[in-house]
C-alpha cells in the first residue's frame, strides 16, 4: 500500500525515455550480432521462413498503447463523505493493438503473377511495414517541429537509385517507429544536436544517407514530402514507393531476411518481413512517381466490447504465408474500474473523516476478447492506465518542509478552513491560546519535542481539540505534561502504527488527585496510541466530573513509586477496552488507582491489567468514596509479582461487579460485590483465588442469582465458605440447581428474649429453580447453626415443616444465635441457600405485673410493656408494677415515660447494681408513686440520665448512684431516704421534700 497522501504526477516523458533507452540498448546488441553473421555470409535464408508466420500470437490481439486521458479524469478530488459512485469513470477507452490473424487463401496460379507484378506488391507491403504502427496525435507535432528545425524536406533524388536503396531501408525502419507523446522532446533534441536536416544531397554518390527524419513520417499527414514529384501510377503507389520497392527487390534473400530480423529487433512493436526468392525480376528496378506517405485506409468495425480503425500492414501476398498482423485502434466499450489496493491508502473506499487526506487509485478491468473474438492481452511494458482520487483536503503540499504539525481549523459557526502546517505543537498552541475555535485537528506530520514544560490547552483554543499522532511521536521533555482543560480532547493516530506519547513527569502539588503527564478534566478519548510516563506521576489522570474512553492503546508506567498508571478522581465515567494497561506502582497502590470517586469504571473487552511491583494491585481504591467497577467479558487482569493481589477492599461504598474476564492472582471483595462469570486462577499453590472480606459474608453471598463456583475437576465450590479453596482454578457457572428466594427475616424480629411468644417466632421461606435438564421434583431440608456459649453445632430440624419450603422458627430456644438455611435437591445436584440470622437474648430487663414475669431485650420495650400496662388498666384499677435491671444498658437517645394520670400505680424501678445509660426519664401523674432502689449485691447501681417528677407524681429514692439532674415540678412531692447524687437538684412547685 503506498504512503499516504502522495498522489503521483505521472512524469509520462521521464516514462517513456527510460523505455526507450532500455529498448535501444537491446537494439544495438542485436543489430551487432546480425552484422557479424553477414560478415561470415551465413545463409540466412531459413529466418524468412520463421518470418513468416508466428503461429504462438495467431489469434491474438495484443493491446501497445492506450490513448492518453484527460487530467480532469486521471487526477480527481472528492470532498468528505462523497460516494465512490461520485467518481467519474470513463466507459470506454481507446487502444492501439497489434492483430495477428489468418489470411486469405492465395491461388497457386498467382505466382506468376505475382513475379511480374512482384515489384510493386513489395513496395506496397514495404509500405504497409513502414505505417504499420500508427502514432499518435503528439507524434504530429513532433514531426512538424522536427522538419522545421531541419530546413530540409529530406527527399531522395528518384535517379540516385543506388543510394536509393540503402536510404529506403533506413526510411522504412524509421517509419516503423511509433513516437509517443514523449518522444517529441527526445526528437527535438537529437536535431538540434546534429545540426543537419539530415535530407541526402542530390550530387552525393557516396551512398550516405541521414537517418534524422526517421521520426517524421506519420500515417495522419498529407504534407508533401519535399521536392519530389507527385503523379500516381495504377497501383496507387508513389514513385518512392516504388523505387523503394526495387530497391529491396535487389537485396539478396539472405540480407532480405536479415533487414527482417532487424525491423523485428529495432522497432518497437512487431512487424513481419518476407524474404523473397532471389530471380531476375529482382534485378530489376521499378519506379513510379506517387505521394511520399501511404494514405490510411479508416475501417470501421463495431461489436460489444470494440470499435476499430484500421490503420495499415496488410502481409505480402506473394509470400508463402497463413497469416497477417495489423495495427489497429480500436475502442474497448463497456469498461469497469477496480480499486488497486497496492497503490491506495486503503483497501476500501472510504470517505469519512477519518478518511480525510486519503488517496485512492483505480485500474480498467479490460474485456477477454476483442471485437473479433480474438484473445485482448496486455502488450509488455504496457502500463494500465490509472486514475487517482484524492478525498478531503490534504494534498501533497502539506508534506513539504520541516514543520512537524498540520493544522485543520473549524471555525464557531461551522466553516472548516483549508490545512495548514506550522512549524512544531508547543508554537503553534501557544500563538494560537486564544483563537476561540470550535474544533481543530492537530497532525503530526513528523517527531515532535517541542513541549518542554506543562502545556495547558483548554477552551480558549478550541472547544473540541484532536491530536493526531499519525504513527509519530510527541517527547515530553522531563517534568513537562499536557494538561487539557475544560476541553473535549481526543488523541489519536490515523496511520497504520501506533502514535507515541513518552515522558518523565514526577508528582506535582495535586498528587492526591493523580497528578499525570496527560491530565483532563471534561472528555478524554485515546485509540490507537502508546503513552509511556518514566515518573512518578500518573500516565493518564482524570479529574473533576472527567468522562474517560480508551481503546486500542497502550498505557504504562516505569517507575515503582508511581502511584497510579490512570488515575481516577472524582471522575463521571472511564470505559477501556483492547488497551494494556501495566503497571509498577508502588506498594498498596494500583495500576488502575482510584483517588476518588467514579460513577462507573468499565474494563471492557481486550482490556489487559497488569501489575508487576510487589504488594501492589491491579486496581486500588484510595478512600471510601463512591465508586463503581464493572468488569466485562474478555477482560484480563494478572498480578505478576509479591502476593499478586488483583484486589483487596472493604470499603462500604465501592461496588464490584464481574460480569466476566479472567483473573490471575488474589481477588479480595469488599462487601457489595457480584459474580456472575469470569475464570479466576490463584497466584499460588497455597493461595485462594476469591476471598471474601467480611467474616460476616460467604461466597453465595457475592454470587448473581442462578450462578455457581465449579472447580477445574468437576466439583462446586461451598458457597456457605467465605473463601474457595487453596491451589484450586474455579469458574463462575450457570447453576444446575439453584435458589430464587433465599431464607430472610424482617427488620426488628431477628432478636427475641428466652421466653419468646409463638407470635414473635419469624416464618422462613424459599424458593429453589433447576437450572439443569433434570425432570425430577425439588425437595427441601431445614438446618441450623447453633451457638451456644461459643460453641457452634450443625443440627437438623425436625418437624412437619421441616422438609417444607416454608419453616417456623420454634419457640422455648436458649440464649444464644441460630442461622438458619435450607438444603435443596434434584436428581444428583443440590444446593444450599443463604443463611438467616435469629437471635435469642436472655433480655437486659424484666417486668413483673400481678406476679407475671417478662423479659425484654431493651429498656426501650420494657417501659413500653408498662406504658401499655397503665394504659389498659381501669380507672380504678390498683397497680403494683416493678421493673428489675438485668445488665448493663446504653440507649443514651431513649426516653422512658409513666404517665398514670389519676390512676393509682405504684412503679419500682430496681437497678439490681446495674448501670442505665438514657437520654431522660419522665414520671408523671398524682396517682403515680415511685420507688428508686438498688437491691445489687454492693449497691452500686447507677443511673445516667436526668429524672423529671411532674404532676403531683410521688418519688422516693431509697438508695442508689444518681448522676442526672433531678427536677420536681407541678406539685411532684419527693423523700430522699438515702443515695449518692452528683449532679443538681432542681425544685420547681414541689409540695413535699424530704430527706
Same mark, same amino acid.
Given at each position: 500500500m503506498k504512503k499516504k497522501n502522495t498522489m503521483p504526477e505521472k512524469d509520462w516523458q521521464q516514462t517513456h525515455e527510460k523505455i526507450r533507452w532500455r529498448e535501444l540498448r537491446k537494439r544495438i546488441l542485436v543489430m551487432g550480432l546480425t552484422v557479424a553473421m553477414v560478415a561470415n555470409t551465413v545463409d540466412l535464408s531459413a529466418l524468412s521462413v520463421s518470418a513468416k508466420t508466428d503461429e504462438s500470437e495467431t489469434g491474438k490481439t495484443t493491446i501497445v498503447s492506450f490513448e492518453e486521458l484527460s487530467k480532469d479524469i486521471t487526477e480527481q478530488t472528492l470532498p468528505i463523505g462523497a460516494l465512490e459512485s461520485d467518481i467519474k469513470f470513463p466507459t470506454s477507452l481507446t487502444v492501439t493493438v497489434e492483430k495477428t490473424t489468418h489470411a486469405d487463401g492465395k491461388e497457386a496460379d498467382d505466382e506468376e503473377d505475382a513475379s511480374e507484378t512482384g515489384d510493386t506488391e513489395k513496395d506496397d507491403a514495404q509500405k504497409d511495414d513502414s505505417n504499420g504502427d500508427t502514432e499518435s496525435s503528439d507524434d504530429k507535432k513532433d514531426t512538424e517541429s522536427s522538419d522545421e528545425k531541419d530546413g530540409d524536406s529530406g527527399n531522395v533524388d528518384a535517379s540516385e537509385t543506388g543510394d536509393?536503396?540503402?536510404?529506403?531501408?533506413?526510411?522504412?525502419?524509421s517509419n516503423g517507429d511509433t513516437a509517443s507523446s514523449d518522444d517529441k522532446k527526445d526528437t527535438e533534441s537529437s536535431d538540434e544536436k546534429d545540426g543537419d536536416s539530415g535530407n541526402a544531397d542530390a550530387s552525393d554518390k557516396s551512398g550516405a544517407s541521414d537517418n534524422g527524419n526517421a521520426d517524421t513520417k506519420d500515417s495522419d499527414t498529407s504534407k508533401d514530402s519535399g521536392n519530389s514529384d507527385k503523379s500516381n501510377n495504377?497501383?496507387?503507389?508513389?514513385?518512392?514507393?516504388?523505387?523503394?520497392?526495387?530497391?529491396?527487390?535487389?537485396?539478396?534473400?539472405?540480407?532480405?531476411?536479415?533487414?527482417?530480423?532487424?525491423?523485428?529487433?529495432?522497432?518497437?512493436?512487431k512487424l513481419i518481413v518476407y524474404a523473397a526468392e532471389k530471380d531476375d525480376a529482382s534485378d530489376t528496378a521499378a519506379t513510379s512517381d506517387g505521394a511520399d506517405n501511404a494514405k490510411k485506409t479508416d475501417t470501421a468495425s463495431t461489436s460489444d466490447n470494440a470499435d476499430s480503425v484500421k490503420t495499415t500492414g496488410s502481409a505480402d501476398a506473394a509470400a508463402s504465408s497463413d497469416t497477417e498482423t495489423t495495427t489497429e485502434k480500436i475502442r474497448l466499450k463497456n469498461i469497469k474500474w477496480e480499486l488497486n489496493v497496492e497503490e491506495s491508502d486503503a483497501e476500501e473506499f472510504d470517505s469519512s473523516e477519518a478518511s480525510n487526506g486519503f488517496c485512492y487509485a483505480y485500474t480498467p478491468v479490460l474485456p477477454d476478447e476483442d471485437g473479433d473474438g480474438n484473445q485482448l492481452v496486455l502488450g509488455k511494458d504496457v502500463e494500465l492506465p490509472t486514475i487517482y482520487v484524492l478525498v478531503g483536503e490534504y494534498g501533497i503540499a502539506l508534506l513539504a518542509g520541516s514543520d512537524t504539525v498540520q493544522i485543520t481549523e473549524m471555525n464557531a459557526d461551522g466553516t472548516?478552513?483549508?490545512?495548514?502546517?506550522?512549524?512544531?505543537?508547543?508554537?503553534?498552541?501557544?500563538?494560537?491560546?486564544?483563537?476561540?475555535?470550535?474544533?481543530?485537528?492537530?497532525? %503530526?506530520?513528523?517527531?515532535? @519535542?517541542? /513541549? $518542554?514544560? !506543562?502545556?495547558?490547552?483548554?477552551?480558549?483554543?478550541?472547544?473540541?481539540?484532536?491530536?493526531?499522532?499519525?504513527?509519530?511521536?510527541?517527547?515530553?521533555?522531563?517534568?513537562?505534561? %499536557?494538561?487539557?482543560?475544560? @476541553?473535549? /480532547? $481526543?488523541? !489519536?493516530?490515523?496511520g497504520s502504527k501506533e502514535g507515541t506519547i513518552t515522558g518523565n513527569y514526577q508528582y506535582g502539588q495535586n498528587r492526591l488527585k493523580g497528578d499525570g503527564l496527560i491530565t483532563v478534566d471534561r472528555v478524554l478519548k485515546i485509540e490507537h496510541v502508546t503513552i509511556k510516563n518514566a515518573g512518578t506521576g500518573s500516565t493518564v489522570a482524570m479529574w473533576s466530573g472527567a468522562t474517560c474512553t480508551i481503546d486500542k492503546a497502550n498505557i504504562s508506567g516505569s517507575n515503582g513509586s508511581q502511584e497510579g498508571v490512570i488515575t481516577i478522581c472524582d471522575s463521571n465515567a472511564c470505559t477501556i477496552t483492547n488497551t494494556k494497561v501495566t503497571g509498577n506502582v508502588k506498594s498498596r497502590y494500583g495500576a488502575i488507582m482510584f483517588m476518588d470517586s467514579c460513577s462507573d469504571c468499565i474494563i471492557g473487552g481486550g482490556a489487559v491489567i497488569?501489575?508487576?511491583?510487589?504488594?501492589?494491585?491491579c486496581i486500588g481504591v484510595y478512600s471510601n468514596s463512591s465508586i463503581k467497577i464493572t468488569v466485562k467479558k474478555g477482560a484480563t487482569l494478572t498480578a505478576n509479582a509479591g502476593n499478586r493481589i488483583i484486589m483487596d477492599n472493604e470499603y462500604k461504598k465501592l461496588a464490584v461487579n464481574i460480569e466476566g474476564g479472567t483473573f490471575n492472582g488474589r481477588l479480595r471483595l469488599p462487601d457489595n460485590s457480584q459474580i456472575a462469570e469470569g475464570t479466576f486462577t490463584p497466584a499460588q499453590a497455597s493461595g485462594n483465588a476469591i476471598w471474601v472480606n467480611n467474616p460476616k459474608k460467604t461466597l453465595q453471598d457475592f454470587l448473581k442469582v442462578g450462578y455457581?463456583?465449579?472447580?477445574?475437576?468437576?466439583?462446586?465450590?461451598?458457597?456457605?465458605?467465605?473463601?474457595?479453596?487453596?491451589?484450586?482454578?474455579?469458574?463462575?457457572?450457570?447453576?444446575?440447581?439453584?435458589?430464587?428466594?433465599?431464607?430472610?427475616i424482617s427488620s426488628g424480629a431477628e432478636t427475641v428474649m428466652e421466653n419468646y411468644t409463638a407470635a414473635e417466632a419469624p416464618v422462613l421461606t424459599v424458593k429453589a429453580v433447576s437450572g439443569s435438564d433434570s425432570s425430577g421434583s425439588i425437595s427441601y431440608q431445614w438446618y441450623a447453626d447453633k451457638t451456644i456459649n461459643g460453641t457452634t453445632t450443625k443440627v437438623e430440624q425436625t418437624g412437619q415443616d421441616a422438609k417444607t419450603a416454608t419453616y417456623r422458627i420454634p419457640t422455648g430456644l436458649l440464649a444464644g444465635t441460630y442461622q438458619y438455611y435450607c438444603v435443596a435437591t434434584c436428581g444428583e445436584y443440590t444446593e444450599t441457600s443463604k443463611k438467616a440470622v435469629f437471635t435469642v437474648e436472655e433480655g437486659v430487663a424484666e417486668v413483673t405485673v400481678g406476679g407475671n414475669t417478662t423479659r425484654y431485650a431493651t429498656l426501650t420495650k420494657a417501659f413500653d410493656a408498662v406504658k401499655?400496662?397503665?394504659?389498659?388498666?381501669?380507672?380504678?384499677?390498683?397497680?403494683?408494677?416493678?421493673?428489675?435491671?438485668?445488665?448493663?444498658?446504653?440507649?443514651?437517645?431513649?426516653?422512658?415515660?409513666?404517665?398514670?394520670?389519676?390512676?393509682?400505680?405504684?412503679?419500682?424501678?430496681?437497678?439490681?447494681?446495674?448501670?442505665?445509660?438514657?437520654?431522660?426519664?419522665?414520671?408523671?401523674?398524682?396517682?403515680?408513686?415511685a420507688v428508686f432502689k438498688d437491691?445489687?449485691?454492693?449497691?452500686?447501681?447507677?443511673?445516667?440520665?436526668?429524672?423529671s417528677i411532674q404532676n403531683k407524681a410521688k418519688l422516693t429514692v431509697e438508695n442508689g448512684n444518681y448522676k442526672g439532674v433531678l427536677r420536681f415540678l407541678g406539685g411532684a412531692a419527693a423523700k430522699l431516704k438515702d443515695g449518692y447524687y452528683s449532679n443538681s437538684i432542681y425544685i420547681g412547685k414541689a409540695s413535699v421534700l424530704a430527706h
Open positions: 536509393t536503396e540503402k536510404d529506403d531501408v533506413q526510411k522504412d525502419d495504377p497501383n496507387g503507389s508513389s514513385s518512392y514507393d516504388t523505387e523503394d520497392t526495387q530497391a529491396r527487390a535487389d537485396l539478396p534473400s539472405a540480407f532480405g531476411a536479415l533487414i527482417g530480423q532487424m525491423a523485428d529487433t529495432l522497432l518497437p512493436h472548516k478552513k483549508a490545512p495548514y502546517t506550522a512549524q512544531d505543537l508547543a508554537t503553534w498552541i501557544n500563538d494560537k491560546k486564544s483563537a476561540g475555535l470550535q474544533k481543530v485537528s492537530i497532525k %503530526l506530520l513528523n517527531n515532535d @519535542a517541542s /513541549i $518542554t514544560s !506543562t502545556l495547558t490547552i483548554d477552551t480558549r483554543l478550541a472547544k473540541e481539540i484532536e491530536l493526531d499522532l499519525d504513527g509519530h511521536t510527541l517527547t515530553l521533555a522531563d517534568g513537562a505534561r %499536557l494538561y487539557f482543560k475544560r @476541553a473535549n /480532547i $481526543t488523541i !489519536t493516530s490515523s497488569e501489575n508487576n511491583n510487589k504488594d501492589s494491585r455457581t463456583l465449579k472447580y477445574d475437576d468437576g466439583t462446586y465450590a461451598d458457597l456457605t465458605a467465605r473463601w474457595t479453596d487453596e491451589g484450586k482454578k474455579v469458574t463462575a457457572v450457570k447453576s444446575p440447581l439453584y435458589f430464587t428466594t433465599h431464607p430472610t401499655a400496662t397503665v394504659n389498659t388498666a381501669d380507672a380504678d384499677a390498683d397497680l403494683e408494677i416493678t421493673l428489675k435491671i438485668l445488665k448493663n444498658i446504653s440507649e443514651p437517645e431513649s426516653e422512658w415515660k409513666i404517665d398514670g394520670g389519676t390512676k393509682k400505680v405504684s412503679f419500682c424501678m430496681d437497678l439490681n447494681g446495674c448501670t442505665v445509660t438514657g437520654k431522660g426519664l419522665y414520671i408523671t401523674g398524682e396517682g403515680v408513686e437491691a445489687g449485691t454492693g449497691q452500686n447501681g447507677t443511673l445516667i440520665a436526668p429524672v
